[in-house]
């Protein structure tokens, strides 16, 4: 295990009514605050009107940038960093998805920058004094509510891409499960694999006696197992929702990566790229590309990680290591099947006449992936498999 520093400053509030705290929170680091949110979903489950109401009844001004989509777009990011600027916001909560959270980040980061949020994304500028955010988050998938990442699109560019900084990581989050009971089938769905795939990322590294950080990686693909289905059929299954959203909050908030040098991200890198031409939704590109990256990494040396998740996480008794691999990428193929997300790229609709480009992008700051090192010709060849 190697040495390492773990911090989360992230106050999570978790549980039903918790968004009644809010007030309280965001006055301990401004006064001023800029709302956000997506498409409208949050004014169907009545939580705007919960939210609004805490900010009156706190005395606390707020301004609004609504409408960010689902691949949070840079042209959104500009317009509430200038809200923000013509307002004087000193705090930005974001309500809803990892979309929403992800822009507000964005935001937060460029507000005191002297240049375009674009250059966040691209690796030209750090983040230096960025706005406090908190958040109340309404799906359970990124984990963007406990960590400093977040995915920025640009439709000019047909560019997806990430950016992180601890300054970054919410100020607190409020996870209510009861918020996430209105998310339909597919992005129940979807959020479900983006755990799955966030867990894989760190657990298929590089990296030896790290046996507790497996345990807790195993663990929480295990809940995703056994409440992705419930959370499809009973939508209202507390229980269920509870589990699943802070699975999401505890995949991806460093937890697993501790005592490893890094995780894996190949399959993300690719799956931004096929994002970011053909709009699909983050979930559903993983489920694709994550058995075909399994089996495309599967060696004699990969094998025994591949065998350990077969064997801890879906009771395969095969003694042997490659063929228990084998049997436990064919595992993670059938859950994401029984979840109806789709298994190829062409069960999207999506053609194989960009990949030379989207090869060449996903390696834009030079090979990906730590399991495997890959090169533009790997992923075009993962491409190529997933259609
Ligand atoms: O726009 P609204 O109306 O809110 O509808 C959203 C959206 O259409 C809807 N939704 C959200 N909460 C709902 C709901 N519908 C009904 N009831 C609710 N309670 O769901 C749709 C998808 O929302 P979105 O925020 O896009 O989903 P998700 O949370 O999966 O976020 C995906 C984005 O996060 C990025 C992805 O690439 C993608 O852009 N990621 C961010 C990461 C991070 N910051 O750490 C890591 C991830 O790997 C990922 O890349
Ligand atoms: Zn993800």
């Given at each position: 295990m190697q040495n390492f520093n773990f911090h989360v400053p992230t106050k999570i509030l978790f549980g039903r009514e918790k968004v009644n705290e809010i007030g309280k929170e965001i006055k301990k680091y401004g006064s001023r605050v800029l709302l956000t949110y997506g498409g409208g979903s949050v004014k169907k489950i009545g939580l705007y009107d919960q939210v609004v109401n805490q900010l009156k009844e706190n005395g606390i001004s707020f301004f609004e940038l609504s409408g960010?989509?689902?691949?949070?777009r840079v042209t959104s990011v500009r317009d509430g960093v200038e809200i923000c600027r013509e307002n004087a916001i000193d705090f930005i909560l974001a309500i809803g998805g990892g979309s929403v959270i992800d822009a507000s980040k964005a935001i937060a980061a460029a507000v005191n920058y002297d240049g375009d949020a674009w250059d966040f994304p691209m690796q030209k500028a750090k983040v230096k004094d960025p706005l406090p955010l908190g958040t109340v988050l309404t799906?359970?998938?990124?984990g963007s509510e406990m960590n400093g990442n977040a995915v920025i699109s640009n439709e000019e560019t047909q560019e997806k891409r990430g950016m992180a900084s601890?300054?970054?990581?919410?100020k607190f989050s409020v996870l209510d499960?009861?918020?996430?009971?209105?998310?339909?089938k597919y992005h129940t769905a979807a959020g479900t694999v983006d755990i799955m795939s966030h867990i894989f990322e760190n657990y298929f590294a590089p990296g030896n006696g790290t046996f507790v950080q497996d345990a807790i990686a195993e663990s929480i693909m295990k809940t995703c197992l056994k409440y992705g289905p419930i959370a499809l059929e009973e939508p209202e299954n507390y229980e269920a929702r509870a589990n699943l959203l802070w699975a999401g909050s505890l995949a991806l908030n460093g937890l697993t990566l501790t005592g490893k040098m890094m995780g894996d991200w190949a399959t993300h890198g690719i799956e931004h790229e096929v994002s970011a031409i053909y709009d699909l939704t983050h979930g559903a590109g993983l489920a694709i590309i994550h058995p075909v990256w399994m089996q495309y990494v599967l060696t004699e040396k990969t094998a025994p990680k591949f065998a350990q998740m077969a064997r801890n996480v879906w009771n395969i008794e095969e003694p042997e290591d490659m063929k228990a691999a084998e049997d436990g990428i064919k595992a993670v193929r059938a859950f994401f099947n029984s979840l109806e997300m789709p298994a190829r790229l062409s069960d999207v609709?999506?053609?194989?006449?960009h990949f030379d480009a989207m090869a060449e992008k996903a390696c834009y700051f030079g090979k990906i992936g730590s399991f495997k090192r890959l090169d533009p010709k790997d992923v075009y060849a993962i491409l190529d498999k997933a259609l």
């Open positions: 960010i989509k689902p691949n949070p799906l359970a998938a990124t601890n300054a970054l990581r919410p499960p009861t918020y996430t009971f209105s998310v339909n609709d999506i053609p194989g006449d």
